[in-house]
């Protein structure tokens, strides 16, 4: 079990890039989070194996349909143990 930090910038806000990247989580079994940044980035912590962390890092330099991405950055993190999959809202503060 691994963890990654991963941030995706581009054209990655409002074309339901937070949606997709929940469903690939979901369909693959890798577990954490994904939301939106003020930056217009969206950042994901994702924890699975090696093999389906790649295969989401696959997804994740695509996107959606209408999702253009520019640069995507990944770096081990410490595993937080997470139950499952969620969006998270973006902090206003």
Do not use: W
Not at 22 to 29: H, N
Not at 60 to 74: D, F, M, N, R, W
């Amino acid at each position: 079990m691994k963890h990654l930090d991963i941030t995706i910038k581009g054209n990655v806000q409002g074309v339901g890039f937070r949606q997709a990247t929940k469903a690939t989580a979901d369909q693959l079994g890798v577990r954490g989070t994904v939301k939106n940044q003020r930056d217009g980035s969206v950042a994901i912590e994702a924890e699975a194996n090696d093999t389906l962390l790649d295969l989401f890092l696959d997804f994740c330099h695509e996107g959606p349909e209408g999702a253009e991405v520019i640069s995507l950055e990944s770096h081990e993190g410490e595993l937080k143990n997470y139950r499952n999959f969620e969006v998270l809202r973006r902090n206003l503060f």
